[in-house]
């Protein structure tokens, strides 16, 4: 059975991108044809400027809503990153493995330090290893499969780097895992910016669904969607990445083809409209069940403790074999 694991960072409110991206596969296929783990990043929301309560109420929110899209404890394992120390004490080996100006070439870090400088912030030396700690995240559980958006597989291309180094330096020790994005909605784009990500940690407020957005706040950002100066619904992510934007999202609530859907539409305003309350409906349940689970903390507490203590035990053995293969003494 392949290892599945893959996690998300308490750094904002989860959006429409982070479910149908991710999310919403996590727990309607890869819980149930794998051995999945699915963690609450929380050491990754550390990298950048960050208000420590905030973080802890995102981490709380997020595992909810982890749970509200459908994963079930009985199937997967659910926990937060902080709770498994396997995870810092396998990242500073890589880090030992891996090179500087390879992180320096990461997409991520590029973008958040310019932002980071840009609010007048410095930035964090965390920000430019936390590739290796998202690698760590990955090759402790000998994940065979990373589900993520497009965003992210850059970063596994570097987790695959990384392993397959260290096994050829220091002998065979972790499996080699490979991203895998999404057919559809594998990067949705902010509706008023359709050529940026629609990122949970953006300013731009009204280009960004987020999961627990009521639906008329959802109907209002739909319908304002930035669109672009053709009159025809044609599916051309280049040349119109507005439309393409909306009819990807209508394409991923809706289980159709974006090419496919451009052609049933005659204007945007009906393309926006139905888009709008595809998603309204996508997000139903997952708002339902939220509620649910906010009115039960200890259940929620239950599930997060319970996760961590099998995510430690399956780390444990492969963290241990890493140390030993580098030139570690066993523990006395
Ligand atoms: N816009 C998106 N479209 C498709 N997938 C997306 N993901 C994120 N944004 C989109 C996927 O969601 C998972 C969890 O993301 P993350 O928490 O690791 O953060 P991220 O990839 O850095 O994305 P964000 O939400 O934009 O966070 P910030 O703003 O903090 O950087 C991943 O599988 C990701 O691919």
Same mark, same amino acid.
């Given at each position: 059975?392949?290892?599945v694991?893959?996690?998300?960072k308490p750094?904002?409110?989860l959006t429409?991108?982070?479910y149908l991206?991710a999310?919403?596969?996590w727990?309607d296929?890869?819980?149930?044809?794998?051995?999945a783990?699915?963690?609450i990043?929380?050491?990754h929301?550390?990298?950048?400027?960050?208000?420590?309560?905030r973080?802890?109420?995102?981490?709380?929110?997020?595992?909810?809503?982890l749970l509200?899209s459908g994963?079930?404890?009985e199937l997967c394992?659910?926990f937060v990153?902080?709770?498994v120390?396997?995870?810092?004490?396998?990242?500073?080996v890589?880090?030992?493995?891996?090179?500087?100006?390879?992180?320096?070439?990461?997409?991520?870090?590029?973008e958040?330090?310019v932002r980071e400088?840009?609010?007048?912030?410095?930035?964090?030396?965390?920000?430019?290893?936390?590739?290796?700690?998202?690698?760590?995240?990955?090759?402790?559980?000998g994940a065979d499969?990373?589900p993520?958006?497009?965003?992210q597989?850059?970063?596994?291309?570097?987790?695959?780097d990384?392993a397959?180094?260290f096994?050829?330096r220091y002998?065979?020790?972790?499996?080699v895992p490979?991203?895998?994005?999404p057919?559809v909605?594998?990067r949705?784009m902010?509706l008023?910016?359709?050529?940026?990500?629609?990122?949970?940690?953006d300013d731009s407020?009204?280009?960004i669904?987020?999961?627990?957005?009521?639906?008329d706040?959802v109907?209002?950002?739909v319908?304002?969607a930035?669109?672009?100066?053709g009159?025809?619904?044609?599916?051309?992510?280049?040349? /119109? *990445?507005?439309? %393409?934007n909306l009819? !990807?999202?209508? @394409?991923a609530c809706?289980?159709?083809?974006?090419?496919?859907?451009? &052609?049933?539409?005659?204007s945007y305003?009906?393309l926006k409209?139905?888009?709008?309350?595809a998603v309204v409906?996508?997000? /139903? *349940?997952?708002? %339902?069940?939220?509620? !649910?689970?906010? @009115?039960?903390?200890?259940?929620?507490?239950?599930?997060?403790?319970? &996760?961590a203590?099998?995510?430690?035990?399956?780390?444990r053995?492969t963290?241990d074999?890493?140390?030993r293969?580098?030139?570690?003494?066993?523990?006395?």
């Amino acid at each position: 059975m392949a290892r599945v694991f893959s996690g998300i960072k308490p750094t904002g409110h989860l959006t429409l991108g982070n479910y149908l991206g991710a999310m919403r596969r996590w727990a309607d296929v890869d819980q149930h044809r794998s051995d999945a783990l699915f963690c609450i990043v929380d050491l990754h929301a550390l990298t950048v400027d960050h208000d420590p309560a905030r973080v802890r109420r995102l981490s709380r929110q997020g595992a909810t809503l982890l749970l509200a899209s459908g994963l079930d404890p009985e199937l997967c394992t659910v926990f937060v990153q902080s709770h498994v120390g396997e995870h810092t004490r396998l990242s500073y080996v890589l880090e030992c493995v891996a090179t500087d100006g390879e992180m320096r070439r990461m997409i991520q870090y590029k973008e958040k330090s310019v932002r980071e400088r840009a609010r007048g912030g410095s930035v964090r030396l965390s920000l430019l290893t936390y590739p290796a700690l998202m690698a760590a995240d990955i090759l402790a559980y000998g994940a065979d499969e990373v589900p993520v958006g497009d965003d992210q597989t850059q970063h596994v291309e570097l987790t695959r780097d990384l392993a397959v180094r260290f096994n050829q330096r220091y002998g065979h020790t972790f499996v080699v895992p490979r991203a895998t994005p999404p057919a559809v909605a594998a990067r949705v784009m902010n509706l008023q910016d359709p050529t940026s990500k629609m990122g949970k940690s953006d300013d731009s407020g009204p280009g960004i669904v987020y999961l627990l957005d009521e639906p008329d706040v959802v109907r209002k950002k739909v319908m304002r969607a930035v669109t672009d100066s053709g009159q025809d619904v044609v599916y051309d992510r280049e040349a /119109r *990445p507005g439309v %393409a934007n909306l009819l !990807e999202i209508l @394409a991923a609530c809706t289980g159709g083809n974006p090419a496919a859907l451009g &052609g049933v539409y005659e204007s945007y305003g009906a393309l926006k409209k139905d888009t709008a309350e595809a998603v309204v409906e996508v997000l /139903r *349940p997952v708002q %339902a069940r939220h509620k !649910e689970l906010c @009115a039960d903390p200890v259940y929620v507490e239950g599930v997060l403790r319970d &996760g961590a203590e099998k995510a430690r035990a399956m780390a444990r053995p492969t963290v241990d074999a890493a140390y030993r293969a580098i030139g570690l003494l066993e523990p006395v």
